[in-house]
């Protein structure tokens, strides 16, 4: 079986430009979360999707915004990038969102704003 | 809110020898559950174990085991025999459906051969 699948691996960005993340669940998972890690602010819940709806959300601004797919592949977008915003991106899929299932881990995109 | 503390920012072990590493949490919920996740330096965060809070049991997996202290609100994770690929980042986390999952800051296990 396949595991959580996140493109791109590495990103470069300009400050002021945009960028979309991509996050393929394990096949049968439906639940999609997105993390961000910092060596400063450790891991921050950014949001988490299930069947295309948003559950649960962190406390970012609305320049982090995210959607779910009918095959449960997800997409993070971050618009207007900030220097502050270079950071390893984590997703992570379950098979459920309301219950005590563990999370398994992408490998994560490591975003560099300059 | 919940939070999760773990209070060793570094440990080392010897290889072959054990090591415990501390985490504490706060909730008032009584349905939760607690993990364990290793980050080595590939960055994928792998889970290591989990306990349910209903059980009172500790859970286990091979040379990983955890003291959970429900009353004390404490999560240990102990490994045994430790390996040079224990060697990673430990982050302990808590999740109180349908809530987020929250992670602790996180300890870097150093294993010495």
């Known amino acids: 079986k396949a595991g959580v699948t996140q493109t791109p691996r590495y990103l470069i960005k300009t400050r002021g430009q945009q960028v979309t993340l991509s996050c393929s669940p394990i096949s049968g998972h439906r639940s999609v979360s997105w993390y961000q890690q910092t060596p400063g602010q450790g891991l921050q819940f950014l949001f988490e999707?299930?069947?295309?709806?948003?559950?649960n959300k962190g406390n970012f601004p609305g320049r982090f915004s995210g959607r779910q797919f009918s095959n449960s592949r997800s997409e993070m977008n971050v618009s207007t990038l900030e220097l502050g915003d270079s950071a390893l991106y984590l997703c992570?899929?379950?098979?459920?969102?309301?219950?005590?299932?563990?999370?398994?881990f992408g490998q994560g995109t490591r975003l560099t704003v300059v | 809110a919940q939070t999760v503390t773990q209070s060793q920012p570094e440990m080392s072990v010897q290889e072959a020898e054990t090591v415990t590493l501390s985490c504490t949490y706060d909730?008032?919920?009584?349905?939760?559950?607690l993990f364990w996740y290793k980050q080595p330096p590939s960055r994928q965060m792998i889970l290591v174990i989990r306990?349910?809070?209903?059980?009172?049991q500790n859970a286990t997996e091979n040379r990983f085991s955890v003291n959970f202290q429900k009353a004390a609100k404490s999560f240990s994770l102990k490994i045994s025999d430790s390996q040079l690929g224990d060697a990673a980042m430990y982050f302990c986390?808590?999740?109180?459906?349908?809530?987020?999952?929250?992670f602790g800051t996180g300890t870097r296990l150093q294993v010495f051969p």
């Open positions: 999707y299930f069947s295309e709806t948003q559950r």
């Open positions: 992570a899929s379950s098979g459920t969102w309301d219950r005590g299932t563990e999370a398994f």
């Open positions: 909730t008032s919920e009584s349905d939760y559950y």
């Open positions: 306990q349910e809070a209903y059980k009172q």
């Open positions: 986390a808590y999740r109180s459906p349908p809530d987020k999952l929250i």
